[in-house]
């Protein structure tokens, strides 16, 4: 037999927690113990029960322990943070804390400070029990580059039974991080051929240099390569005289972002993408021998907020790290005046890495139209407008003919196996 009686519909599979969660939305602790207290008066007076006064008593006590206990926990007291000096985005770090009471007690329990990190913004950390002798020490993961000091927290508190909480803030012995951007490791680069000794190779010079690249003649000095001497000049002088040849850079590279605020527009991740590429790329140049210079942000006045020569040695990578942890997207000079205002840093034979974050072609100035070409990142910006409802799902980024695309959910660990 069937059994035709309706039967009872089952619950979704999360319908319970959602329940759950749609009725702590409207609820809170001061309005259950509210709602209670009153319910239980009502009863006791229809009732007639004598114990009312006491419960009353009760209630009123509970109150005040859960307004004075908070404030009994937040006196006057000092934060004492210990962080390491220097970290990189992504990077888990281990953050130790300690309260240092300036007064009774000496001893505070469930405390939480909300967001104490500037570097890890949705961190929160809660101690049971701090105060003299005891600390605390938190793993914390790394998720915004900067310069970063801490000065104070927010610490809020309900003990001991969790109906009122307080906040205040407290000052705290400043700590300071640097935390750099993401550094990929680099196994291999794939570029295009006219770039292609940045991938480690250094071109080495030809044995016999072009009569183009002869700066001026001089004297002969013991030591010359006679191979340079310049005949038709030295029969002129009568005496012996030099080719002076013009240096070629054959391992500068220029790193060049793209700094124009305007850019970057409600799409910041896709400037923190050009921070990480080129963090990662001047990482290996430089691990590899080479000299790169880092320049970007042209103000009003012409001057460069972001100017580093090109060098080589790990000083010169620290400095370049540490302007890539501080760089912003603070100025409106478009890409294009950018490029044009470092005409007189160029070099025959450098590489020059560039960024593009407009949907306009960016107009090269005629000094970066010979060989070698510059190699482009060219920013889907379209793809970092979209808000979809999940994470996109992560791809190697597309060969260009000159260059990369980088788009929302492009895999840059991809760009350097």
């Known amino acids: 037999m069937f059994d035709l009686r309706p039967q009872p519909k089952a619950l979704e599979p999360g319908a319970g927690a ?6 702590d939305r409207y609820l809170s602790m001061p309005l259950v113990f509210g709602a209670l207290a009153a319910a239980t008066f009502a009863i006791a007076w229809n009732r007639g029960i004598a114990l009312i006064y ?4 009760i209630l009123v006590g509970v109150a005040i322990v859960s307004v004075l206990g908070p404030r009994w926990m937040l006196r006057a007291a000092k934060l004492r943070f210990r962080l390491p000096l220097e970290s990189s985005v992504g990077e888990l770090i281990a953050a130790g804390i300690a309260v240092e009471p300036q007064g009774s007690p000496a001893k505070r329990y469930f405390l939480r400070l909300d967001s104490p ?5 949705m961190q929160r950390v809660f101690l049971s029990v701090c105060g003299r002798g005891h600390s605390r020490e938190q ?3 790394c998720t915004q580059r900067g310069v970063f000091e801490v000065r104070e927290a927010a610490v809020s ?6 109906i009122f909480t307080l906040t205040r803030t407290w000052e705290a012995q400043p700590a300071h991080i640097t935390v750099f951007p993401r550094i990929y490791p680099v196994a291999r680069f794939p570029l295009p051929p006219s770039s292609a000794r940045i991938s480690g190779e250094l071109e080495r010079p030809s044995p016999s240099v072009g009569q183009e690249l002869i700066r001026e003649v001089r004297e002969y000095r013991s030591g010359d390569n006679p191979r340079h001497i310049h005949w038709r000049s030295s029969a002129h002088h009568d005496r012996l005289m030099v080719k002076q ?4 850079a054959t391992s500068e590279t220029w790193i060049v972002p793209d700094l124009d605020s305007l850019s970057h527009d ?7 993408r050009a921070v990480e590429i080129a963090a990662t790329l001047a990482s290996h140049l430089i691990s590899e021998g080479q000299r790169c210079g880092i320049a970007g942000g042209l103000a009003e006045d012409g001057s460069l907020r972001l100017f580093l020569p090109p060098d080589a040695g790990p000083s010169h990578l620290q400095a370049i790290l540490y302007a890539l942890a501080k760089v912003q997207p603070e100025v409106s000079a478009e890409y294009p005046a950018l490029l044009s205002a470092l005409a007189a840093h160029y070099r025959r034979g450098q590489q020059w890495i560039l960024f593009d974050h407009d949907v306009r072609r960016a107009a090269l100035p005629s000094f970066l139209r010979g060989s070698p070409a510059p190699l482009w990142f060219r920013f889907d910006m379209e793809s970092f407008a979209e808000e979809a409802p999940g994470a996109p799902a992560s791809a190697p980024p597309a060969k260009l003919a000159d260059g990369f695309a980088i788009a929302s959910n492009t895999d840059l660990a991809l760009l350097f196996r």
Request: no cysteine.
């Open 117 to 121: 990190f500037p570097f890890a913004p």
């Open 157 to 162: 508190s309900a003990y001991p039974i969790g």
């Open 18 to 23: 959602a329940a759950l969660a749609a009725l």
């Open 245 to 248: 040849f013009d240096a070629i």
């Open 139 to 141: 793993r914390v993961r």
């Open 266 to 272: 409600r799409q910041i991740d896709s400037f923190e």
């Open 54 to 57: 006491v419960l009353f008593a």
